[in-house]
């Protein structure tokens, strides 16, 4: 009891310390603007961290945000839809947008967004980095001189290590690895980067992504011969992966067309949405997704895309799409036949993209994936309609280890899906949903109301159904848990603007599971409360302070039970962020969280983490430096904390923290010409309580873990 007593001290001592801090800078001035795109962004990827504890690539999600934060939108044109579909406004917003230039003419300059029902100071300074109010062009004809001539080029290189040596990368034998193969990881721990990419006008797109991780091997060489040849094939030269893409848009009646490796997005994701997206988040009413149709795949994730072809035809409001993807996936071997040596059947799909040992090369690309399908639209100006169709094949049969929890899963080789999506738009409210079904009579449905009664004031109500037959390969639509079956649920969320400096967002969502889940051996439901209020200090200072309480059930971890009981568990979150400057060239950043973890019949464990960062952005200089120092104490892995950190262009860190210790990186960015860009990356991870980190090929012997990570882009 006493050391929760301490917890709560601490993080109450640094809550009052960083009010008082914050109230003491707030007066100062610096132009934090894009700093405001950048921390909405970090929120959103935060809360995909925590519900999954595979290490995934955010650059898909955030493409668009890149490229237009080097190449504004014009807010006169109909490339505004952007800013809607990239979640930085509200449908009701880009309306009105549209309603107001309809009746008084183009923008002249983006501060008159401020004068358009819906728009505030908050949203004006979060846009302003990335659009621009000038005269529409219109659009030319692509041609081919003007694409090379017009278009813009990047190479960009990356190299990162752990710098303490892990178990898995220890001396050994060649006499102990051949009896043991997973005892040592295959290749050198440095992880490999390169990506070159060309784009004009996000019209005409083409690039090829490589990498290598840590524990991949690089070269044949570094495998002993006797392991060269039980992995065969699997084991080549160079880059572990390999991607590349060719995108053109707007060719007339070519409305999109991908080539190479590519995702599809389309009506709220039940029926299919391969990659990420962005689900429940801080932004509590924007819960209607916006499909981007076809996109090209820029990400490392090796085993979420598409490969082949797709594209989209257009003839005033319809739209035709047709799309054909072959591509071999990592899988669980299960079951081969002896004499032709042909695959059978696997247990399960990997999503890791790690290929360090030798069962990972085995599985590495063992399955072929096959999808084939199309989608007819109809889009007008206040109504779409949608219908897709497509059909999953497998190059052997999927047959899972069955257990109560997933006897409802997809098996075997052939799986068909289709759906009939939805939105009906009015100036002050709109109704979106989508119903999709599987070839084995599963149905999933969603169905959402999004209303603004007051200018200040939007909410969204949506309702669920996934029955627990619904099966899905490519289904990515909004839902409490990754399988977007066996839930039914309802979801309100609302955000208000109190006033020009003062919003609070909020939402609430109940759901249930009538079937077994992971962990959880009878039905069973559960809720999730979040509630932020946000205050502009100034016009480049602004803090938030959040609470989240989340409830759901789970099997009791009692080992003298016979039987799971199903028991409550309920974690709490509390936080507090605030964005301040301190001068021309200094920016501050400090976050104060506390987690408790409650679970019946087990003590409560707690965690909390305090951070200070320091921005240095001197505005004559052509460098830029971010430092973090941060203290964490988390009793269980249950109490742990994610915490978006800085890092280098298109690389993302979200570490979760428990134990006891500290962290601290620093950032570095050299703008060494208009053209080459260096960042460096360091960062420390100290635990008290600890004297070894990780476990099994991961460990380090010793209590402290440094990473060093370093990247070029050259642009021309």
């Known amino acids: 009891m006493k050391k929760v007593s301490n917890k709560y001290i601490f993080f109450v001592i640094g809550f009052l310390l960083l009010i008082v801090v914050g109230k003491q800078a707030s007066a100062q001035e610096q132009d934090t603007i894009a700093n405001l795109l950048a921390n909405q962004l970090a929120q959103q990827i935060e809360r995909i961290a925590e519900e999954t504890d595979d290490i995934l690539d955010y650059s898909d999600l955030l493409e668009e945000y890149y490229f237009y934060l080097e190449n504004p939108v014009n807010i006169n044109s109909p490339a505004a839809i952007a800013l809607r579909d990239m979640y930085l406004i509200s449908a009701f917003q880009y309306q009105q947008l549209q309603d107001y230039i309809k009746q008084y003419g183009r923008l002249v300059d983006v501060n008159e967004l401020v004068m358009v029902e819906g728009f505030d100071s908050q949203t004006l300074a979060l846009l302003q980095p990335i659009v621009v109010a000038t005269e529409v062009v219109q659009r030319q004809k692509l041609k081919p001189s003007t694409v090379l001539r017009w278009g813009r080029h990047q190479l960009l290189m990356r190299g990162e290590q752990t710098i303490e040596e892990q178990a898995g990368y220890a001396p050994i034998s060649d006499s102990a690895l051949h009896a043991r193969p997973t005892a040592r990881y295959l290749g050198s721990p440095q992880k490999l980067y390169a990506r070159y990419s060309f784009n004009y006008r996000n019209r005409v797109r083409a690039g090829v992504t490589m990498e290598k991780d840590q524990g991949e091997a690089f070269f044949r060489s570094e495998v002993n011969d006797s392991l060269q040849r039980i992995l065969g094939d699997k084991l080549r030269n160079g880059f572990d992966f390999y991607s590349a893409h060719f995108y053109l848009a707007d060719m007339g009646i070519v409305r999109q067309l991908a080539i190479g490796d590519y995702h599809l997005a389309f009506g709220q994701g039940l029926t299919l949405w391969s990659g990420l997206s962005f689900g429940k988040s801080t932004e509590a009413t924007k819960v209607m997704k916006f499909g981007a149709g076809i996109r090209p795949n820029t990400s490392v994730n090796e085993n979420i895309f598409l490969r082949g072809g797709a594209t989209t035809l257009g003839y005033k409001n319809f739209e035709l799409s047709a799309f054909y993807s072959s591509n071999f996936i990592d899988a669980n071997i299960s079951q081969t036949d002896s004499l032709s040596d042909e695959l059978l059947t696997i247990s399960s799909l990997q999503e890791s993209g790690l290929h360090r040992t030798v069962n990972d090369l085995l599985n590495k690309r063992a399955v072929k994936q096959q999808l084939i399908g199309g989608r007819l639209a109809y889009r007008a100006t206040r109504f779409e309609l949608g219908y897709t169709i497509h059909q999953t094949t497998m190059g052997a049969s999927l047959i899972p280890r069955i257990y109560p929890y997933n006897q409802y899963r997809f098996t075997g080789k052939q799986l068909m899906n289709q759906g009939l999506d939805f939105k009906v738009i009015y100036p002050s409210f709109m109704f979106f949903g989508e119903i999709s079904r599987s070839d084995n009579g599963g149905m999933a449905g969603l169905a959402g109301l999004t209303a603004q009664p007051a200018a200040f004031v939007e909410f969204t109500l949506v309702y669920r159904d996934y029955a627990k037959e619904y099966q899905n390969l490519f289904s990515n639509g909004f839902s409490e848990g990754s399988q977007k079956n066996n839930e039914r649920g309802i979801y309100a969320g609302v955000n208000v603007g109190l006033s020009p400096r003062w919003r609070l967002s909020a939402f609430a969502d109940h759901f249930s599971h009538g079937w077994l889940r992971f962990q959880a051996d009878a039905p069973n439901y559960g809720h999730d409360y979040f509630a932020q209020l946000d205050h502009r200090l100034t016009r480049r200072s602004d803090f938030y302070i959040r609470f ?65 960062d320091v921005l240095f952005r001197p505005p004559t200089k052509p460098y830029q430096l971010t430092f973090r120092y941060a203290i964490f104490d988390a009793d269980t892995y249950d109490s742990r904390l994610y915490m978006y950190e800085n890092d280098v262009l298109y690389a993302f860190s979200i570490p979760a923290f428990y134990q006891k210790g500290s962290r601290m990186y620093l950032l570095l960015r050299w703008k060494i010409s208009n053209s080459l860009d260096l960042w460096a990356r360091l960062a420390q991870t100290w635990y008290a309580n600890r004297d070894k980190i990780g476990t099994g090929l991961e460990m380090i012997d010793g209590n402290v873990r440094t990473d060093a990570k370093v990247q070029l882009r050259w642009r021309f």
């Open 548 to 612: 989240r309480t989340k409830q759901k059930m789970t099997n009791d971890r009692d080992p003298w039970n016979r039987i799971d009981y199903l028991v409550n568990y309920t974690k709490n979150s509390y936080r507090f962020h605030i964005n301040y400057a301190v001068s021309e060239s200094f920016t501050f950043k400090n976050r104060a969280e506390l987690i408790s973890y409650t679970q019946q019949n087990e003590a409560d464990s707690y965690g909390f983490v305090i951070y200070h």
